[in-house]
Each structure stands twice: as structure tokens, then as C-alpha cells.
């Protein structure tokens, strides 16, 4: 694979890694699910065994660890802690039917003919490697810990030659434990963890009680999926997706102006930050009511507002901004563990200065139409819609937006708090510090929110080579300004929506206009 080849695979996958979170939208599918059940196709079970072939969504990943094979860049870790009582023997055996159960656990990928193929084992035992920290006090506990954390987060993976699941239990106690899943993205994503984290509560349970397992044998298998994807997506069915696709994006342009601190670099260094968000709960309770009375929901709403402070920004009256999905609309691939995601690309039409309300319908409408058309994958667009690359930008937009609705990301039968695990335990995730730790940046500029609490929060994650974290905070201010200005008027034009803080306002009427001077 040539260098240039190698970058555009790098561009085309820059809009992957943002796609940690995978379920993000999974109620907004499960409704669009509802529409298109006649449409769907039953996916059936490859008829031969041997090597299959790449999804479309793993052939990308699988092109640029061609070029960076030693990146833990696409690494996706599991961390959790376990609190209580805990049979390790117990947790190793669950552990080990959970890779029995998905053969993508045991996959690795060989190149035959001059194409990447997945390679399943029949059977594989990964180990699961056990550290004591026991001895050591609590406080030093804590910080070796995190150490050995980081070490296998940024550890990569060979994808020829495996595991691509890495699998440690950190011993703190008797009743105290943190473990490690690591696994390369390739073979999963946010919501195929969360069917690990479930089957591995139900397996633990039934195994410590000496039960059976009560899970039922799965349909298919990933590379089945990836088999049908290639057949069922050609012909008519290719060219009707390329075609909504190329009306909806016809004239667009592919560049975000937004104002930045520094000239663009000549190539993306993905060197990156984050400012956390959170928005007051009366705030968050207005943009509730306003989703009521609009008859939109929270995706809708906040993707809204986010295209029109990209608007107030650039000036431009046409937007793009991306949106990963996670790609589970069919009923026999929502239990496994797989790459999935894609990324949609939403345009939004601006022009005319209209109201807040008027805009949601628009934003609705385009978001259930590329919803309708989200089967083409996100590389085959952009193959064909930039044949000449630019390495200095993400291809097609350079905004990325992120809702996570916690209870809408899995099936309601599996969309559950864990609770015990086993005898007294139970299995909570922890936050370690990794997201702190991270300093990369896939986009320009990355909107990720949840709204599963009484506040909407998160994170918004910028490019450090073109803007100072002073103007992201800046950037954050205007956008809750807008907010409170768009849930007290949804019907105002966005020229009147407010964007200065109070601050900024005291600085331009007040101290700007300070011009007086004694004679």
C-alpha cells in the first residue's frame, strides 16, 4: 500500500474513532426500525467456513494499521470495578464462554490472494492475567493501578497474530477489584462492550449458582454479517443508496470555516483536548419541556442548536456535520459483539434567517431521510464524492456530533443497571482518568453530550493545532447562551438569538463604548 493510499485510508477512518460510542442513537434507530421491519432482510449463515471476508467498516481499521500497525490509537477498553465478594475461577469461566459464544473474539486477519480475510480459531483460550496489589497500601494501591492501566491501554494489538482481547483482574482486596478488557476496535465498539458487560453478569451469576448458562445460542456470527453485507449491498441496492447520497450532499461544500487561534497544518496531527460541559438542571429541564411542546426529542434539539452556533461561527448558511450510528437496525445483529458503526453525514439548510422551530423541522426531517439511506457505508461516499483527498482536513465535515441516551443503547431486555455479581458483588464501571489522559483530536471540533441524568453533560473536544482551550471555553459560554435564548423563544429568528455572556455583553456596550475623555 502506498503512502498516499495510506493517508486517505488514515482521512476515511478519522470519522471511526469518534465512534466509541456506538449506541448513541439507538432509540432514534429502534424507532426508524419500527418503519423499515418489512423491509429487512434475514441474514443468513455462511455456507462455507474458511476465511471471510472483511466487513466494509473493518476493512478501513484493517488499512490503517497497514500504515500505523503499532497505534493504540483504535484500542477499546473496559474497566471496571468489582466490589464485593468475587470468584476469580467463576469469572474466567464466564469470561471464556463469552469468547466461545462470538467468534470475532477469536478472529484474527491474514492477508490471502492480496486481501485481508478474517481468520476464525474453532476454540481459543485467552488467559486472564491476575496482579496483586494487595500488599501494597491503599494510596500506592491506587496509583500502581492506574499505571498498569495505561500501560495496557496504550499496549497495541498484532492483528495477525492475537488475541485481540486482552484480559486483567487487578486484586486490591479481598473484596476489591478492577478489571482490564481491552480489545482492538476492529472487532468491537461502545455497544457491543455493553453486550460483553451484560452477558458477563448474567454467565457469572449462573455459573456461580451452578446453573447452565441461560443465553440463547446466537443466530449468526459476525463474519456471516460481513459476508451479506458484500452480497446485499451491490447492484440496485448500492446504487440507490449512492444516489441519496449524492443528491443530498450535490453542491455542498466540504469545509468548515471555522475561525481559528493558528494556521491549519499542511497534515492532521490529531493532537487534540477537551472542555467539559454540563448544563444547569433548569436549563436541561427547558429543553425537555421544549421537545415536548415542539414534538422533537433530545437528539434533534441539541444537533439543532449545535448547527446553529457552527452557523454564528462561520456564516455559512449550509452545514455539515457528522453523526456516527450504530449501524444495529436488524434484529439478528443487535446481540453481537462486532464493528457495526458508520457515520452520516447531516445537512442543514440555514439560509433565510428562520426561527428556531422552524429549523428543527428541517434538522428532523433530513436526519429521519439519512437514517432511511444509512446502509452506504461512510468510506464508499466518501470515495466517491472527494476522489482527490485533502490530508490538512477530515473528508466531508470537520464537526462531529455525539448524544449517548444510556437506556436507549441496547435492546430493553439487556438495557439494565448490573447489578449484583454473584454472592454480594457488583460490577460498576469506573472512570480511571482515562478520558483525561486522552489528548487526541479527530475533528476540528467534537460535540459529545448525554442526557440520561438530570443535566445534559459531556465534553466538547477540539484540535489543539488550531484553537486555544480559552476560545473552546468561549465557544461553550455562547452556545448555553444560545440555549437559554432558544427554550425562552423558540420562535425567535437565529440573527436574534443571543450568543455574548453577560461579560462579554458588559465588555462591548460598556467598557468599548467607555470613550469619554476630559478636555
Known amino acids: 500500500m502506498s503512502k498516499d493510499e495510506g493517508l486517505e485510508q488514515r482521512d476515511l477512518l478519522s470519522a471511526r474513532h469518534a465512534q466509541l460510542s456506538t449506541a448513541k442513537q439507538a432509540l432514534f434507530e429502534k424507532r426508524l426500525r419500527g418503519k423499515l421491519q418489512g423491509k429487512e432482510w434475514t441474514i443468513p449463515r455462511r455456507q462455507d467456513q474458511g476465511p471471510a471476508p472483511l ?66 480459531a474453532p476454540v481459543g483460550v485467552i488467559p486472564l492475567i491476575v496482579v496483586d496489589l494487595s500488599s501494597l497500601p491503599q494510596a500506592e ?22 488475541p485481540l482481547l486482552r484480559k486483567n483482574l487487578l486484586r486490591l482486596g479481598e473484596n476489591e477489584h478492577i478489571l482490564i478488557l481491552n480489545m482492538h476496535h476492529i472487532i468491537t465498539d461502545a455497544w457491543s462492550a455493553r453486550v460483553f458487560v451484560y452477558e458477563l453478569k448474567i454467565l457469572y451469576d449462573a455459573f456461580l449458582n451452578k446453573k447452565p448458562s441461560p443465553l440463547s445460542e446466537l443466530p449468526i456470527q459476525y463474519a456471516d454479517f460481513a ?26 461544500s466540504f469545509v468548515l470555516e471555522l475561525p481559528a ?33 415542539t414534538g422533537s426529542n433530545l437528539f434533534v434539539t441539541l444537533l439543532t442548536a449545535f448547527n446553529v452556533l457552527l452557523y454564528h461561527y462561520t456564516g455559512q448558511e449550509d452545514i455539515l456535520v457528522g453523526i456516527p450510528i450504530a449501524g444495529r437496525h436488524r434484529a439478528e445483529v443487535e446481540g453481537l459483539i462486532g464493528f457495526f458503526v458508520n457515520t452520516l453525514v447531516i445537512r442543514t439548510d440555514l439560509a433565510g434567517d428562520p426561527c428556531f422551530r422552524d429549523l428543527l423541522d428541517r434538522v428532523r426531517d433530513t436526519a429521519w431521510e439519512a437514517y432511511a439511506h444509512q446502509d452506504l457505508p461512510f ?133 468599548w463604548n467607555a470613550t469619554a475623555a476630559p478636555y
Not at 467463576?90 to 459464544?101: K, Q, S
Not at 468561549?474 to 455572556?501: F, K
Open 55 to 120: 466487513s466494509f467498516a473493518q476493512q478501513g481499521l484493517w488499512f490503517l494499521n497497514q500504515l500505523m500497525p503499532d497505534s493504540p490509537f483504535y484500542n477499546v477498553p473496559l474497566i471496571s470495578r468489582l466490589h464485593g465478594s468475587l470468584d476469580v475461577a467463576v469469572l474466567e469461566w464466564a469470561l471464556e464462554e463469552i469468547v466461545r459464544r462470538h467468534d470475532t473474539l477469536r478472529t484474527t486477519f491474514a492477508t490471502v490472494d492480496e486481501q485481508p480475510v478474517q481468520i476464525i
Open 141 to 162: 494501591q491506587e496509583v500502581k493501578a492506574q499505571q498498569l492501566v495505561m500501560e495496557e491501554v496504550q499496549r497495541p494489538f498484532d492483528l495477525a497474530r492475537g
Open 227 to 252: 459476508d451479506w453485507q458484500h452480497r446485499w449491498l451491490q447492484g440496485e441496492k448500492l446504487v440507490a443508496q449512492l444516489a441519496y447520497w449524492q443528491q443530498q450532499l450535490e453542491g455542498a
Open 261 to 293: 487561534d493558528h494556521p491549519r497544518l499542511a497534515t492532521q496531527s490529531f493532537r487534540g483536548a477537551s472542555i467539559p460541559i454540563e448544563l444547569s438542571a433548569s436549563l436541561t429541564l427547558a429543553i425537555k419541556e421544549l421537545n415536548r411542546q
Open 379 to 511: 468510506e464508499t461516499l466518501v470515495k466517491e464524492l472527494l476522489p482527490k483527498r485533502d490530508p490538512s482536513r477530515n473528508p466531508l465535515f470537520q464537526a462531529m456530533f455525539d448524544l449517548e441516551d444510556a437506556q436507549a443503547e441496547m435492546p430493553e431486555e439487556q438495557a439494565l443497571i448490573l447489578g449484583t455479581l454473584g454472592a454480594g458483588g457488583s460490577l460498576t464501571e469506573i472512570d480511571l482518568g482515562l478520558e483525561a489522559e486522552s489528548q487526541t483530536a479527530k475533528f476540528d471540533l467534537s460535540l459529545s453530550l448525554t442526557g440520561t441524568g438530570q443535566t445534559i453533560k459531556g465534553a466538547i473536544e477540539f484540535c489543539t493545532d488550531l484553537f486555544e482551550a480559552g476560545t473552546i471555553e468561549r465557544m461553550v459560554g455562547h452556545w448555553q447562551n444560545m440555549l437559554e435564548g432558544i427554550v425562552a423563544n423558540p420562535d425567535a429568528r437565529l440573527s436574534e438569538l443571543p450568543l455574548l455572556t453577560r461579560g462579554e455583553r458588559e465588555q462591548v456596550l460598556v467598557e
